[in-house]
């Protein structure tokens, strides 16, 4: 019974990622203004905030870490990074490249030229530790396809002083070399027509570099000889040929290093 009522929430998630972006207005907040449009779905190629998904205006941090949340849902699958102060990119993992701002190496058309679905909801946090009162200022989600960009911002406040657990903090932070996995993006929600190849993010961070692993919905590891899937450097998950019976349902990734482990997943819905 609890199986199916998961089946059924992840569900009513993807219907709504349909059906929220039809005729609705999007607005961006940047550094150079407010941007507002009407998007609408017979364009195919939409980009939203899930709702509640976006950044409170402000965000006031009364302990000495926190964790800031952002989930975009879209069509072609958005991927999602973070700017401080309106200027400064901030790096998370080890894999700095264009292929890794978009589902690079999914399908965009079907065996006869058509347009695949391509919806998706892409989930992203911000890990934010040792925090210290020269922390404060605007984070901003910035969701990205090839052709749109959205913006949410929140402005940082630290409200407490530096004490001595934050000062151990930022020493052994400085003379250490392990950092927990921590899997800061991934794919929650994915919709697409069967026999498309698509693409699953799954993007961690962590010092040693952590070791990534997929499992099938039912539960069984995923490896580089699978037939029909492909492991991508960056720890995303490539599968080939989806269809109902083999791949809808819940799919989990793994990161794990000498000094933690984390794991998300991800909802696949194969329809015609």
Same mark, same amino acid.
């Given at each position: 019974?609890?199986?199916?009522?998961?089946?059924?929430?992840?569900?009513?998630?993807?219907?709504?990622?349909?059906?929220?972006? /039809?005729? *609705?207005?999007?607005?961006?907040?940047?550094?150079?203004?407010? /941007?507002?449009?009407?998007?609408?779905?017979?364009?195919?190629?939409?980009?939203?905030?899930?709702? &509640?998904?976006?950044?409170?205006?402000?965000? +006031?941090?009364?302990?000495?870490?926190?964790?800031?949340? $952002?989930?975009?849902?879209?069509?072609?699958?958005?991927?999602?990074?973070?700017?401080?102060?309106?200027?400064?990119?901030?790096?998370?993992?080890?894999?700095?490249? @264009?292929? &890794?701002?978009?589902?690079?190496?999914?399908?965009?058309?079907?065996?006869?030229?058509? #347009?695949?679905? =391509? =919806?998706?909801?892409?989930?992203?946090?911000? !890990?934010?530790? $040792?925090?210290? #009162?020269?922390?404060?200022?605007?984070?901003? $989600? +910035?969701?990205?396809?090839?052709?749109?960009?959205?913006?949410?911002?929140?402005?940082?406040?630290?409200?407490?002083?530096?004490?001595?657990?934050?000062?151990?903090?930022?020493?052994?932070?400085?003379?250490?070399?392990?950092?927990?996995?921590?899997?800061?993006?991934?794919?929650? &929600?994915?919709?697409?027509? =069967?026999?498309?190849?698509?693409?699953?993010?799954? *993007?961690?961070?962590?010092?040693?570099? #952590?070791? %990534?692993?997929?499992?099938? #919905?039912?539960?069984?590891? %995923?490896?580089?000889?699978?037939?029909?899937?492909?492991?991508?450097? @960056?720890?995303?998950?490539? %599968?080939? @040929?989806?269809?109902?019976?083999?791949?809808?349902?819940?799919?989990? $990734?793994? /990161?794990? &290093?000498?000094?933690?482990?984390?794991?998300?997943?991800?909802? +696949? !819905?194969?329809?015609?």
């Amino acid at each position: 019974m609890g199986s199916s009522v998961t089946v059924l929430g992840y569900l009513v998630s993807l219907l709504l990622c349909l059906s929220l972006s /039809a005729g *609705r207005y999007l607005e961006a907040r940047t550094p150079y203004g407010t /941007a507002k449009r009407q998007t609408s779905r017979r364009s195919g190629l939409d980009l939203f905030f899930k709702k &509640n998904g976006d950044l409170p205006r402000k965000t +006031v941090v009364l302990d000495k870490s926190a964790v800031l949340t $952002c989930q975009a849902g879209g069509t072609p699958p958005p991927t999602i990074h973070w700017v401080k102060d309106g200027q400064h990119r901030i790096e998370q993992g080890d894999m700095l490249s @264009n292929t &890794n701002d978009e589902a690079f190496y999914e399908d965009v058309v079907d065996k006869e030229g058509r #347009p695949l679905l =391509r =919806r998706s909801f892409t989930k992203a946090l911000l !890990y934010l530790d $040792c925090i210290t #009162p020269d922390m404060e200022g605007d984070y901003s $989600c +910035v969701a990205d396809t090839p052709t749109q960009r959205i913006v949410s911002t929140t402005t940082l406040g630290v409200d407490r002083l530096l004490d001595d657990r934050e000062e151990s903090c930022l020493v052994k932070r400085a003379f250490t070399e392990k950092m927990p996995a921590r899997i800061y993006q991934w794919t929650s &929600n994915r919709l697409e027509k =069967r026999g498309a190849t698509i693409q699953l993010f799954c *993007r961690a961070e962590g010092f040693p570099t #952590p070791r %990534i692993t997929w499992k099938t #919905p039912d539960l069984q590891i %995923i490896s580089e000889e699978d037939l029909g899937y492909e492991l991508l450097p @960056n720890g995303d998950l490539l %599968i080939r @040929n989806v269809q109902w019976a083999q791949h809808m349902g819940v799919f989990t $990734c793994i /990161a794990e &290093n000498d000094s933690g482990k984390d794991k998300k997943i991800t909802f +696949v !819905y194969p329809t015609k």
